[in-house]
């Protein structure tokens, strides 16, 4: 489904116009999309996971809400302010963690291709998500394409349908990215 065939974008768009019944099916849409995505994301986590998909979304969507839905443009849009609101809820979910000084078992979701597991350890998800952070800074497309994998639970061929460009680019720009967190969190190429 292209960009502008998707009925997510149109209905953002006519509830951006002030059409309501256009905002509430697009709110709809938002939370179920966000509740597949926690699922995916944290369903690898098992009976491990103490952050369940419920509150991931809970916290998410309450960070997109904060943003008011209607200012979001387009599935693109959409998916790049679900992917960091699902990320901040994760690192805010291990800051918690530190803080409470009592370590435990977090969530559990597998980076692809060797990086490191970000929940399993707290300061680890953090030092996870400072690297992302300076990545950012650095080349925000590819820090966008891990972004959306990681956290948005894309599939290459839905990133590239959103960037608009081929998997084997997405495939080349994820494991540029994975490289460049390896480093950056002190492990080898």
Same mark, same amino acid.
């Given at each position: ?13 006519? +509830? ?18 966000? #509740? ?7 369903? #690898? ?51 918690? #963690?530190? +803080? ?36 950012? #800074? ?52």
């Amino acid at each position: 489904m292209t960009e502008e065939q998707s009925p997510l974008t149109e209905w953002l768009r006519a +509830a951006g116009s002030g059409d309501r019944d256009a905002g509430g099916r697009a709110y709809a849409e938002i939370y179920a999309e966000l #509740r597949r995505i926690a699922a995916r994301q944290l369903g #690898r986590a098992g009976a491990q996971a103490t952050l369940t998909p419920t509150a991931l979304v809970n916290e998410a969507f309450l960070k997109l809400a904060r943003g008011r839905l209607e200012s979001i443009n387009d599935r693109r849009h959409f998916f790049n302010l679900a992917a960091r609101a699902m990320r901040q809820t994760v690192v805010d979910y291990a800051r918690e #963690r530190l +803080a409470e000084k009592r370590g435990g078992d977090l969530v559990r979701t597998e980076l692809d291709d060797g990086l490191p597991d970000m929940h399993a350890d707290a300061q680890r998800a953090l030092a996870i998500d400072q690297a992302l952070g300076v990545l950012e #800074r650095q080349d925000a497309e590819l820090a966008e394409t891990f972004t959306w994998r990681m956290f948005g639970g894309l599939s290459a061929k839905q990133i590239a349908d959103l960037r608009g460009v081929t998997e084997r680019t997405v495939h080349r720009d994820l494991d540029l990215a994975r490289n460049y967190l390896r480093l950056a969190l002190g492990g080898s190429p």
